[in-house]
């Protein structure tokens, strides 16, 4: 089992649309989650992070945690097509080595006009 | 916010050769660095933990041979690939911490790297 799971897409969403991207992970005492986006070529950049059972919204951004069901999810309102990119999920994991920041494969956002 | 550095952007290299990859944290001392590889249509992948004066942590399958790391102030580490090869040729992404605040990881740029 991998330790962060995304399905890869392309998730195709009409311009205007809410955009539902979902996460799976494998360690249970995990307590950090992040949503990172990726525009091809370019380095991570930080949506939202996540440490408590819940929602928590920032602007058109809905970070969803489940820690029961060890499940991380990312709403995006009103999706534009400059939202069209890769989001990366991530975990911090708490390992023997220090804590860990471990990504997911992302999944591919398409916005279309 | 904090800012993180990487020299070269890219990287152009002949098989054999070595090269060497800066990242600097330019507003803050980064206690902590990490040094990420991500090939096409994958995800990074934390190659190894830099702790500024101390050998750095490489995580399983990354070879600390080939893969030098050098974290000898606050505000610099570098990556130098060894004898590279074709294999090598990725996106190299460093990332940096303030203090232990693994919370918040500031990523560099990125630097790709194609070897010929």
């Known amino acids: 089992q991998k330790e962060v799971e995304q399905n890869s897409g392309p998730l195709s969403v009409p311009e205007g649309a809410i955009a539902s991207l979902n996460c799976t992970y494998s360690d249970r005492v995990s307590q950090s989650f992040f949503w990172y986006r990726q525009y091809s070529g370019k380095s991570p950049e930080l949506i939202m992070s996540i440490y408590s059972n819940g929602d928590k919204e920032d602007g058109r951004f809905t970070a969803q945690l489940n820690k029961a069901s060890q499940y991380v999810s990312l709403l995006i309102r009103d999706s534009q097509p400059s939202d069209s990119a890769t989001y990366l999920c991530?975990?911090?994991?708490?390992?023997?080595?220090?804590?860990?920041?471990?990504f997911g494969t992302g999944t591919q956002l398409k916005v279309e006009l | 916010g904090a800012v993180v550095s990487q020299h070269p952007s890219w990287v152009i290299c002949k098989s054999g050769t070595s090269v060497k990859i800066e990242c600097r944290s330019l507003d803050f001392q980064a206690t902590t660095m990490f040094w990420y590889r991500q090939f096409p249509k994958q995800s990074l992948m934390l190659m190894a933990t830099s702790n500024e004066g101390s050998k750095a942590t490489y995580e399983q399958g990354v070879e600390k041979d080939k893969f030098l790391i050098n974290h000898a102030s606050l505000t610099l580490s570098t990556l130098t690939v060894t004898s590279a090869h074709p294999e090598d040729s990725s996106f190299y992404i460093c990332?940096?911490?303030?203090?232990?605040?693994?919370?918040?990881?500031?990523f560099g740029p990125g630097t790709r790297l194609t070897v010929l």
């Open positions: 990332s940096a911490i303030q203090g232990a605040d693994y919370n918040e990881q500031f």
């Open positions: 991530a975990v911090i994991r708490l390992t023997g080595g220090g804590n860990k920041l471990t």
